[in-house]
């Protein structure tokens, strides 16, 4: 049997960036074979991302591109804060993104077939799940293309907006701040989705019922309430966060500037975190420890 050195097992992990142990493994598997050893990690890490894909993504990134106007925002999602900072996985969702932009897919199964790196984006990922040890995926992403200009903004890497525009590209990088800090859901009052708006009129109703006044004032106090909710939630209609002696619209107009829409990510948004009670998973792991001593 080959001799397993130091120096054999180093190589092998410089080459795959497997954990030490695993390429030790691998390389007494293989009887010192290279070739043969990097295959048997490329089966154990296929196993491993094949467990890891079932875990819970709450975590991750949202990331830009844009070339002239064509763009597009990205949200990548992983398990845990410390994951969404490593270097493999931030070039990883920076490439995915460029991609996005260049090929258009047409939804996320589409992207992960797009090749990369001589292989596929679902394949890089894939092996990316096994080195890191959590499930990664995209999870949505939207791409901008035509006459308007584009402008991105990220606030760290957990909220990113893209924003159409025509006029003073400031003026722009400002509305897509102010986007990522109040979180507008629609450009204008008109945009705002009939659904918000009969969930926000119900709550009014309920509210304005209890006031125990004529139906005629309820009906005015509804429609006020309404109207209220309506111009909070819409950019144009937005006090601007850098000057509130004016609106978003008022800001630029004053730029001779217009927005044609925008888009914002936020990371996690709607997936339901799994709550783990670190207390009773260490008190589980030692009382599996005794039973198996």
Same mark, same amino acid.
């Given at each position: ?20 142990m695993e390429c030790k493994k691998a390389l ?57 900072k490593n270097d493999d996985f931030l070039a ?67 909220? /990113?907006?893209?924003? *159409?525009?025509?006029? %003073?590209?400031? #003026? &722009?990088?400002?509305? $897509?701040?102010?986007? =990522? +800090? ?85 990371? /996690?948004?709607?997936? *339901?975190?799994?709550? %783990?009670?670190? #207390? &009773?998973?260490?008190? $589980?792991?030692?009382? =599996? +420890?005794?039973?198996?001593?």
């Amino acid at each position: 049997m080959a001799a397993i050195t130091a120096a054999l097992v180093g190589e092998l992990r410089a080459k795959t960036d497997a954990p030490m142990m695993e390429c030790k493994k691998a390389l007494t598997e293989a009887d010192g074979d290279m070739a043969k050893a990097e295959e048997i990690l490329r089966v154990k890490l296929g196993r491993k991302a094949g467990k890891a894909a079932s875990r819970v993504t709450a975590e991750g990134i949202v990331v830009s591109f844009i070339d002239n106007t064509t763009g597009a925002l990205l949200e990548v999602n992983c398990e845990t804060d410390f994951v969404s900072k490593n270097d493999d996985f931030l070039a990883f969702t920076n490439e995915c993104v460029k991609l996005i932009a260049q090929h258009n897919p047409a939804d996320v199964a589409a992207l992960l077939a797009l090749p990369m790196n001589d292989s596929t984006v679902d394949t890089v990922r894939s092996a990316l799940i096994g080195k890191i040890g959590e499930n990664i995926m995209p999870r949505r992403f939207k791409r901008f293309t035509g006459s308007s200009k584009l402008v991105s903004y990220l606030h760290g890497t957990r909220i /990113g907006v893209m924003v *159409e525009y025509e006029g %003073d590209e400031t #003026a &722009a990088k400002d509305v $897509a701040m102010h986007i =990522a +800090a109040m979180k507008p859901i629609a450009l204008s009052m008109a945009d705002v989705p009939e659904q918000a708006i009969a969930v926000e009129r119900n709550v009014a109703v309920q509210k304005a019922a209890e006031s125990g006044k004529p139906a005629e004032i309820v009906e005015k106090m509804v429609e006020g309430s309404v109207q209220k909710y309506l111009k909070e939630v819409s950019l144009l209609n937005q006090t601007f966060v850098k000057n509130d002696k004016q609106t978003v619209e008022q800001m630029l107009k004053a730029a001779n500037t217009t927005i044609q829409g925008f888009t914002m990510f936020v990371v /996690g948004e709607g997936i *339901e975190k799994r709550q %783990d009670d670190f #207390a &009773a998973e260490v008190a $589980a792991q030692v009382a =599996a +420890a005794k039973a198996t001593a």
